[in-house]
C-alpha cells in the first residue's frame, strides 16, 4: 500500500513537473539486471566457495566434538572423578569454540554478511553509475526500478535495461557454469541456498 501511494504521489507530482518542462522517464528491471550480469554471476560463485569453506570448518569442530563425545562415553568407567570434569571441560570447551565461530561467521553482522556487502558494493557503484551516465546523456528526468512493484505499465520504448546491461558486460566474462547448482537466473545471487547473511547454520 505504501509503495502505491509513493508511486502516486510521484504520479502527480511529474504531470505537475510536465506542464512546466519536458518529462522523460525511464524505466529499469533490476530484476534482469541481477540475472544477466557478468560480475554478479561470479560474486555468486565466490561467495559461494567462501560459504563453503566456512561451513566445512563449523563442520570439523562438530565432528571433533562428536569425536570427543564418543571417546567420553567410552572411557568415563574408567576415570576418575577429577578425570572425568577434565575431559568434560575440554568438551564443553571444544563446544563454546564452536559456538564462536558460528557467531562469528554466521551471526548478524558476522564476516559472511561482512563478505557478501563488501563484495557486492563495488558492482551497486557500477551499476548506478551506468544508469545515471545513460539519464544524462539521454535527458532522462526520472527512472523507476520495474522489478519492484511501483511500476504498474511501461512502454518497452522507455525500458533502458538492455543498455545498462550492455554497458556492464562489456568488458566481462560469464563464469562458466557450475554442474551441481543452477548458476544461471535469480538464484544465483542468493548468498547460499540454505543460508542468508545474519542467519544461523541449522546444527545437524
Do not use: H
Amino acid at each position: 500500500m505504501k509503495k502505491i501511494i509513493l508511486f502516486t504521489v510521484l504520479c502527480i507530482a511529474l504531470i505537475s513537473i510536465s506542464f512546466a518542462a519536458e518529462v522523460k522517464i525511464g524505466v529499469v528491471k533490476m530484476d534482469r539486471i541481477i540475472q544477466e550480469s557478468n560480475e554478479i554471476a561470479e560474486i555468486s560463485r565466490i561467495f559461494k566457495l567462501d560459504m563453503q569453506n566456512w561451513k566445512s570448518q563449523l563442520s570439523a569442530l562438530d565432528e571433533q566434538i562428536k569425536q570427543m563425545e564418543q571417546e567420553f562415553e567410552i572411557a568415563k568407567l574408567t576415570k576418575t572423578e577429577a578425570a572425568k570434569r577434565e575431559a568434560q571441560a575440554k568438551i564443553d570447551e571444544k563446544k563454546a569454540e564452536a559456538g564462536r565461530f558460528l557467531e562469528e561467521y554466521f551471526g548478524e553482522g558476522g564476516k559472511s554478511e561482512q563478505r557478501y556487502l563488501e563484495l557486492l558494493s563495488p558492482i551497486n557503484t557500477k551499476i548506478m553509475n551506468i544508469i545515471k551516465k545513460i539519464a544524462t546523456d539521454e535527458n532522462y528526468t526520472i527512472i523507476f526500478d520495474d522489478s519492484m512493484g511501483t511500476v504498474l505499465y511501461s512502454a518497452p520504448s522507455i525500458d533502458i535495461t538492455d543498455q545498462v546491461l550492455l554497458e556492464l558486460n562489456k568488458d566481462t566474462v560469464k563464469p562458466p557454469a557450475d554442474n551441481k547448482t543452477n548458476t544461471t537466473g535469480t538464484e544465483q545471487f542468493k548468498p547460499d541456498e540454505t543460508l542468508k547473511p545474519g542467519e544461523s547454520i541449522p546444527k545437524k
